[in-house]
């Protein structure tokens, strides 16, 4: 019986392993194993505690609550992580009749044993409040496919009998902590609690006893499902069967860069996630899916990243082609956020303080009928945490209509959680974006000295990058530099096909693309008698057309989004002064420079920037300067391929060498709309000072 899908999870507590850890140390270990299974607890979501008694900074024994900071996540949580707050002025709180948010708060503050450590969890009284010294709160998709139907209270009877508590959905704080408290109290054969659409409580005498007791009530719970779901077919039976994967991928980089110009006209640029695994399929092509999806959120938790619903988009992959499907989605996004604009009108009147500024109206989560998923974020990070939170709504809307009918909340209490100052602060403790944050770039040549120099500077603006090489290889391994933000593709600039591939690898891995850097080249030298028209016809085809295929290429994904760009072509200082023995390189350079200017033109009115940077003698790390390129300027003036450093060096104004860094600088000049948002047709040198170079 494979309970998996159903969301059940291992027991992987180690002995050995937590044998000889200190008491913070084994907190952190246990909620690091909770955390490791996200069908147990959401990245960010939850909480865990314990009580001990120590020391304070006076010498004085004093009990101590030990709670998860906020902000954090149980999956990587370390000990310095956790708050430490004096229980004795905590407990007190059980005796009043409420308390505010704010109050809460303040309160909190005042009790921990150090001003500098993180603000506690927004459910540190429920930890305080429940008379055990270990409290874990999390929120299994097993238990909530329970939480959330619509006859649940009956349904956690029927699977936990006495030894589960069901508490009403209460948003987290003071009142929901005096609740769950007075029910643990209440109720000395309770092992469990409830917490309807929310998720569940539990606790032990020790950190294990109250890990083995989540893993304990989630397999329950999970086993439970799976008996009552095998009567039903999920989601209501399949309406449609998806076309194979390679079809649907197609249409997904066919339309990703219209939807994603979509998503980025409002609220900044958005980097997107499509998904088109098993469980999705088997979502988006139910017979009830759409109308399950616009239930609301599977988990009070999952509305900050994915909003109270998604965009579900009909669509018949049998019968329906690109351009149907790219006009659903315009549509479609363009209702949402007139939705959306009218959902927080009229809850900020009703329910909310008046003060709150509007979220970006665009969806997070975007289904497609017969095809798939798509998750969108203003980084890679947050358009990843928008798809996982997604496939738990998955997750947990199956089993709950599977047992029941899904409920959620209604939509003033959605309205709270989303714009409740307490989970908004979480937000606030994330790094400012980075300045190139939601754009992709594209950089040629990605594999190459001044081409992996500018894709590490890219990514480290905040860019996810598309490393382009003819050296497949050598584009995996400056790729796998930057992590998940960076992806290699092999392409041959000179091939129509290989570019098209390119551009539809960095839709699929990213949803389009806004910074496109032309970079691919190489390098000859020759007197003009000695040029052969193979390698005339090399040069251009690289130089030339190859930085014109890229542009073409670049331009119609650029005007799909409809969200402008930028183009830096990395040209080269003989692209204006004249270069002794290398007319094939020198003419093509020169072509492509004015390439650059044309395209300066075409692109000016749809904001697409087209911009060359001219580096001149970039030895280090540079292939080109690696191969008979060397030897052949060397011959040209006379000297021993080991002096031409110092030959360059000596000819500029500045008296320096140019280095792949420096290039880079200005690559990411022209690539930021921040810098350089109001210049097209420039020529950047990057050579030290070259007279005959300077533009005039």
Not at 587 to 601: G, M, P
Request: aromatic share 6%; charged share 25%.
């Amino acid at each position: 019986m494979d309970l998996k899908p159903f969301g059940a999870t291992d027991n992987l507590w180690d002995p050995a392993r937590a044998e000889g850890l200190s008491p913070l140390e084994e907190l952190a270990y246990r909620s690091n194993l909770l955390g490791s299974d996200r069908a147990v607890a959401n990245y960010g979501g939850g909480n865990t505690s314990m009580k001990l008694r120590q020391e304070d900074h006076a010498g004085r024994e004093i009990d101590v609550l030990w709670v998860k900071g906020s902000g954090s996540d149980l999956a990587t949580i370390r000990p310095e992580q956790f708050t430490g707050l004096r229980l004795a002025e905590i407990l007190p709180l059980m005796e009043r009749d409420s308390m505010t948010d704010e109050e809460m708060v303040s309160y909190l503050a005042r009790c921990q044993l150090a001003p500098d450590m993180p603000r506690s969890s927004i459910e540190t009284l429920l930890h305080a409040f429940i008379p055990h010294p270990h409290v874990d709160h999390t929120h299994p998709d097993a238990v909530n496919m329970l939480c959330c139907a619509a006859n649940g209270e009956e349904l956690a009877r029927e699977c936990f009998g006495d030894e589960a508590v069901w508490i009403p959905y209460l948003r987290p704080g003071f009142d929901l902590s005096k609740k769950v408290a007075a029910a643990v109290r209440g109720n000395p054969r309770a092992r469990f609690v409830l917490l309807a659409k929310h998720g569940l409580v539990t606790w032990g005498e020790t950190a294990e006893e109250s890990y083995a007791r989540t893993v304990e009530a989630v397999n329950r719970a999970a086993e439970f499902v799976f008996r009552r779901a095998s009567r039903t077919e999920a989601f209501g039976g399949r309406r449609l069967d998806p076309p194979p994967e390679e079809e649907r991928r197609r249409l997904l980089a066919a339309v990703l860069p219209a939807l994603r110009g979509e998503l980025s006209s409002r609220g900044g640029p958005k980097i997107l996630r499509a998904d088109t695994s098993p469980d999705v399929t088997g979502f988006v092509c139910g017979r009830d899916s759409g109308e399950l999806s616009q239930v609301g959120a599977a988990c009070p938790d999952h509305l900050v990243h994915t909003k109270v619903r998604p965009l579900w988009v009909d669509f018949d992959p049998a019968s329906e082609g690109v351009d149907a499907l790219e006009r659903r989605l315009r549509e479609g996004v363009r209702r949402y956020r007139e939705r959306y604009e009218e959902y927080f009108r009229r809850n900020r009147a009703r329910v909310g303080r008046g003060d709150e500024q509007m979220h970006d109206p665009n969806p997070r989560v975007v289904l497609i009928s017969g095809v798939g998923l798509v998750a969108a974020g203003r980084d890679l990070k947050a358009a990843t945490l928008a798809r996982d939170l997604y496939h738990r709504a998955i997750s947990v809307i199956r089993g709950a209509s599977s047992v029941d009918r899904f409920v959620s909340l209604d939509e003033e209490e959605s309205y709270r959680v989303e714009y409740w100052p307490l989970e908004l602060y979480k937000l606030t403790l994330a790094p400012p974006p980075k300045e190139l944050a939601g754009r992709v770039a594209l950089v040629t040549g990605g594999a190459g000295g001044i081409g992996s120099a500018v894709a590490e500077r890219l990514h480290e603006a905040g860019a996810c990058v598309v490393v382009a090489d003819l050296d497949g290889e050598g584009a995996s391994e400056v790729a796998s530099r930057l992590g998940p933000e960076g992806l290699a593709v092999r392409a041959d600039v000179t091939s129509e096909e290989e570019v098209a591939r390119a551009f539809r690898a960095a839709a699929l891995a990213y949803g389009g693309v806004d910074v496109v850097i032309s970079n691919a080249g190489l390098a000859s030298s020759a007197p003009l008698e000695e040029t052969s028209l193979d390698l005339w016809r090399r040069n251009h085809a690289v130089l030339s057309e190859g930085y014109f295929l890229v542009s073409r290429e670049a331009f119609a994904l650029l005007k799909r989004q409809g969200i402008g760009g930028s183009i830096v072509f990395v040209g080269s200082k003989n692209a204006l002064a004249a270069g002794r023995n290398a007319a094939a390189y020198s003419s093509a350079k020169a072509a492509e420079l004015h390439l650059a200017r044309c395209l300066a033109e075409e692109g000016g009115p749809h904001g697409i920037r087209v911009n060359t940077v001219n580096p001149d003698a970039v030895l280090q790390g540079s292939r080109i300067w690696d191969s008979a390129w060397r030897e052949e300027r060397a011959r040209a003036y006379g000297i021993e391929p080991g002096e031409l450093e110092e030959y360059y060096r000596n000819r500029t104004a500045l008296k320096t060498n140019v280095y792949p860094e420096d290039v880079a600088e200005a690559v990411l000049h022209f690539a930021s709309g921040r810098r350089s948002g109001k210049s097209t047709g420039n020529v950047l040198n990057v050579d030290g000072g070259v007279r005959e170079a300077y533009p005039r």
